[in-house]
């Protein structure tokens, strides 16, 4: 088993910048690939960011490319998102997930995940 927890979330102006954590613990030695999701209200959780974890290769959602970067420790057992220029329309709860197949944009792709941390943008 993996835990996620993820930490970072908060209240921040339009153009202002976060940086989202997640750790995990347990069995990540079988980890493969690590993501963030979103999911703003009434809608569905959709796709943000991805990470292999060897290689470090990296996926975005068109909503976030330039915008957003995801990276990671391995040491630390760690993946960051840090969020740049934001919008209002990046109000959600983001999710990190892990998985043990190669990244995808598919929630099915993701076997573990956080239990999500609140960012919100004022206009």
């Known amino acids: 088993q993996v835990q996620?927890?993820?930490?970072?979330?908060?209240?921040?102006?339009?153009?202002?910048s976060l940086r989202l954590s997640c750790a995990?613990?347990?069995?990540?030695?079988?980890?493969?690939?690590?993501?963030?999701?979103?999911?703003?209200?009434?809608?569905?959780?959709?796709?943000?960011?991805?990470v292999q974890c060897n290689s470090g290769t990296t996926s975005y959602a068109d909503s976030?490319?330039?915008?957003?970067?995801?990276?990671?420790?391995?040491?630390?057992n760690?993946?960051?998102?840090?969020?740049?220029?934001?919008?209002?329309?990046?109000?959600?709860?983001?999710?990190c997930a892990a998985g043990l197949l190669e990244p995808s944009m598919s929630e099915s792709a993701y076997d573990y995940w956080g239990q999500g941390t609140q960012v919100t943008v004022s206009s």
């Open 64 to 76: 976030v490319k330039g915008r957003y970067t995801i990276s990671r420790d391995n040491a630390k």
């Open 24 to 50: 995990a613990s347990g069995r990540t030695f079988r980890l493969n690939t690590r993501g963030w999701f979103r999911q703003a209200p009434g809608k569905e959780r959709e796709f943000v960011a991805s």
């Open 4 to 16: 996620l927890v993820e930490s970072g979330g908060g209240l921040v102006q339009a153009g202002g």
């Open 78 to 95: 760690t993946v960051y998102l840090q969020m740049n220029s934001l919008k209002p329309e990046d109000t959600a709860v983001y999710y």
